[in-house]
């Protein structure tokens, strides 16, 4: 996280000699850049197999002089524990070990991981005239998520796990979701410091990708499972702000 703000810090330097130091004192059009960090709480049937996990994202977002903002976001969440390695099955033996390529005894490492695309619109609503384009930020977003069981272990020694066999056994399921964001945004007049913070809660409605269950040894056509995570968000946000000139032209320029 330390290095992702310095990097970030650094890559916006070249911009600031393109700024307006009063680019926040009146209400504009922006669009905003933003690539986010958040941790995610697991409830639900989902937290029965998977623990809380990770998650990274690009956004990328306009806002209207109403304060009005549409966006999308493509985010990859990752970390997250397999609860119960039972769900391999046979393979792995009642101390949840399982015998290597070269006889070896090995331990299977599982992690969830999973994408969430997402189509966004909301609100900020200004809380003083000074930076009306700073303010507390509601939003809700319609998208569609997946999310698996993902094998991080070496498959020349395991080769039971490889990707072609572990889809009879990596529960991965996909669907659509909704999503809801209660946070803070905030344009620093300094022409650096521009962020939102926030709580962001999903709903995600899916289905089965898989057809068979090798553990069960059962079709899984009809599977469905509700996932819900709830979790902090935090975007750091390259802003490229937008004035309207009396000739119907557009002028750009970043702060």
């Not at 926040?24 to 989902?46: E, L, N």
């Not at 493509?74 to 970390?79: D, L, S, T």
């Not at 094998?151 to 999503?179: C, E, H, K, V, W």
């Not at 819900?228 to 968000?233: C, F, I, L, N, Q």
């Amino acid at each position: 996280m330390k290095h992702f703000v310095l990097f970030f810090s650094i890559l916006l330097i070249p911009f600031l000699s393109f700024s307006q130091k009063d680019s926040t004192k009146k209400i504009q059009s922006i669009v905003m850049f933003s690539p986010s960090f958040g941790y995610q709480f697991a409830f639900g049937k989902h937290a029965d197999f998977f623990t809380n996990n990770s998650r990274a994202a690009m956004n990328i977002s306009y806002k209207f002089p109403s304060n009005i903002t549409v966006g999308v976001e493509a985010a990859f969440m990752f970390g997250a524990e397999v609860k119960d390695l039972s769900l391999l099955g046979d393979m792995t033996n009642s101390n949840g070990f399982i015998l290597g390529k070269n006889l070896t005894v090995e331990q299977p490492s599982l992690e969830g991981r999973g994408g969430h695309i997402n189509l966004e619109f909301g609100k900020i609503f200004t809380l003083s005239k000074k930076d009306p384009n700073s303010g507390i930020h509601l939003k809700g977003g319609l998208g569609y998520m997946f999310y698996s069981a993902y094998a991080s272990t070496d498959f020349l020694n395991i080769p039971q796990l490889n990707n072609n066999y572990l889809n009879g056994y990596d529960r991965a399921m996909g669907g659509f979701s909704f999503s809801q964001f209660v946070g803070y945004t905030f344009f620093g007049s300094g022409r650096l410091l521009n962020f939102s913070v926030g709580v962001e809660n999903i709903f995600a409605f899916t289905s089965s990708l898989r057809t068979w269950d090798f553990k069960e040894n059962q079709s899984i056509e009809n599977l469905k499972e509700t996932k819900w995570m709830v979790g902090p968000k935090l975007y750091f946000t390259i802003p490229l702000y937008i004035k309207n000139k009396s000739y119907f032209t557009e002028n750009y320029f970043y702060n």
